[in-house]
């Protein structure tokens, strides 16, 4: 079977710490979070120093619905080289709402009439990412894991990124991966919200529960990885192949993104006047951590 990939081009960017307003120089005064990069805690926030995003459309499985509304967020240290990548997947696919808070699940509310529960989060849940330099080589191809148990009985989860649960690395070293997050392990681990049955009671439009502040109701994977993976040839693209998801809203696991359209513009890119190239183009193809106690 054929899957569709999404390619994002060789990234370039420049961050200025002033922009040309109305013909005038005015200085601007950037966040130390944004100077260091994004923070792979799982927290999706472009503001935080991604400087490239590209929404996307998923084609699933067996199905004919496309699903709009995701996202690929990329940021590119101009010193080391190392590279951010954030995957959102759209609500309207999958979320971290799942037992009696569930949204959007169940018989007569989604194409796939299931329901959702955590263990189907920590079941199989999990992201292809491979990298290619600027001459086109494959460096790095890695599955990364989206949440499961430590270990047998502990009671305590947590992503293992490519090094555990459902993650893996097929081409490359694991080493070169520097970090990564998502959003149910940012619930679980840094709120320290541990809901293995309930997710936060919210509506439609995923309001937050007051209860359970910053809970994150989207799926997202963050991983970096090394700038010296890309060698003298500097970094070339991300593909996401494809994402597992068991169950989803519409219908069978394999999700397939490609592009969507326009760019998301945070305030922020305007404020730091960066400079960027993206493109995307389209081609088909065949188709840790430590455990935390």
Same mark, same amino acid.
């Given at each position: 079977m054929e899957?569709?990939? =999404?390619?994002?081009?060789?990234?370039?960017?420049?961050?200025?710490?002033?922009?040309?307003?109305?013909?005038g120089?005015?200085?601007?005064?950037?966040?130390?979070?944004?100077?260091?990069?994004?923070?792979?805690?799982?927290?999706?926030?472009?503001?935080?120093?991604?400087?490239?995003g590209?929404?996307?459309?998923?084609?699933?499985?067996k199905?004919? =619905?496309?699903?709009?509304?995701?996202q690929?967020?990329?940021?590119q240290?101009?010193n080391?080289?190392?590279?951010?990548?954030?995957?959102?997947? $759209?609500?309207?696919?999958?979320?971290n709402?799942?037992?009696?808070?569930?949204?959007?699940?169940?018989?007569?509310?989604? $194409?796939?009439?299931?329901?959702?529960?955590?263990?189907?989060?920590?079941?199989?849940?999990?992201?292809?990412?491979?990298?290619?330099?600027g001459?086109?080589n494959?460096?790095?191809?890695?599955?990364?894991?989206?949440?499961?148990?430590t270990s047998?009985?502990?009671?305590?989860?947590?992503?293992?990124?490519?090094?555990g649960g459902?993650?893996?690395?097929?081409?490359?070293?694991?080493?070169?991966?520097?970090?990564?997050?998502t959003?149910?392990?940012?619930n679980f681990?840094?709120?320290?919200?541990?809901l293995?049955?309930?997710?936060?009671?919210?509506?439609?439009?995923?309001?937050?529960?007051?209860?359970f502040?910053g809970?994150i109701?989207?799926?997202?994977?963050?991983?970096?990885?090394s700038?010296?993976?890309?060698a003298?040839?500097?970094?070339?693209?991300?593909?996401?192949?494809?994402?597992h998801?068991?169950?989803?809203?519409?219908?069978?696991n394999k999700?397939y993104?490609?592009?969507?359209?326009?760019?998301?513009? $945070?305030?922020?890119?305007?404020?730091?006047?960066i400079g960027?190239?993206?493109?995307?183009?389209?081609?088909?193809?065949?188709?840790?951590?430590p455990?935390?106690?």
């Amino acid at each position: 079977m054929e899957m569709t990939m =999404i390619k994002v081009t060789k990234l370039q960017v420049a961050l200025f710490g002033a922009v040309l307003v109305a013909g005038g120089l005015v200085v601007v005064l950037v966040a130390s979070t944004a100077l260091g990069g994004p923070i792979l805690d799982g927290k999706l926030d472009p503001a935080e120093g991604y400087t490239s995003g590209q929404f996307l459309n998923l084609t699933v499985e067996k199905s004919s =619905i496309i699903v709009s509304g995701g996202q690929l967020w990329l940021y590119q240290d101009p010193n080391s080289g190392d590279v951010s990548v954030a995957l959102t997947l $759209p609500t309207t696919l999958v979320d971290n709402t799942y037992g009696d808070g569930m949204v959007g699940w169940g018989k007569g509310v989604a $194409p796939s009439g299931k329901n959702h529960n955590f263990k189907d989060l920590i079941g199989s849940d999990k992201a292809q990412f491979t990298f290619t330099d600027g001459a086109g080589n494959t460096v790095l191809d890695v599955v990364m894991d989206y949440m499961s148990q430590t270990s047998k009985g502990s009671g305590a989860y947590a992503s293992f990124g490519v090094t555990g649960g459902d993650g893996e690395v097929q081409l490359g070293s694991a080493d070169a991966v520097l970090g990564w997050g998502t959003s149910l392990d940012h619930n679980f681990n840094a709120l320290g919200f541990v809901l293995t049955e309930d997710s936060p009671e919210t509506d439609a439009a995923y309001t937050e529960n007051p209860d359970f502040a910053g809970w994150i109701y989207e799926v997202v994977y963050e991983l970096q990885v090394s700038g010296s993976l890309f060698a003298d040839n500097g970094f070339g693209n991300v593909e996401v192949p494809i994402v597992h998801i068991s169950p989803n809203k519409i219908g069978a696991n394999k999700v397939y993104p490609y592009t969507g359209g326009e760019v998301p513009e $945070p305030a922020t890119i305007a404020l730091m006047g960066i400079g960027l190239s993206l493109a995307l183009v389209f081609r088909k193809k065949p188709g840790s951590r430590p455990a935390r106690d």
